[in-house]
């Protein structure tokens, strides 16, 4: 099994600054891509960010220019810096991992368990 652990969220005021963190850990092979997802209360989770084995990127409209992804492979960790933050950042973060099986030809997907970010002054 693969487990992801989320770490740096918190509570910035607006402006500020915040870098969450998701290690993965376990059964890990063939990692395709990770990303950021997250979700605000009454809304659906969305897409903020994802990062390809190869290092393609993709951002949401609303972070590009503020947010960056990153990742390091040795360690199967991935990264999110924001900056800029606003209060519609606010939201619970959410790291997932792709990774393709060759056994059985098919794509597992992987969540954490969310890390909170709150915006406030």
């Known amino acids: 099994q693969v487990q992801l652990v989320e770490s740096g969220g918190g509570l910035v005021q607006p402006g500020g600054s915040l870098r969450l963190s998701c290690a993965a850990s376990g059964s890990i092979f063939s990692i395709t891509a990770m990303g950021w997802y997250r979700q605000a209360p009454g809304k659906q989770r969305e897409l903020v960010a994802t990062i390809t084995s190869g290092g393609s990127t993709i951002y949401t409209d609303s972070v590009k220019g503020r947010f960056t992804i990153s990742r390091d492979n040795a360690k199967n960790t991935v990264y999110l810096q924001m900056n800029s933050l606003k209060p519609e950042d606010a939201a619970v973060y959410y790291c997932?991992?792709?990774?393709?099986?060759?056994?059985?030809?098919?794509?597992?997907?992987?969540w954490g368990k969310g890390t909170l970010v709150t915006v406030s002054s």
């Open positions: 997932k991992l792709d990774m393709y099986d060759h056994m059985v030809a098919s794509t597992t997907y992987y």
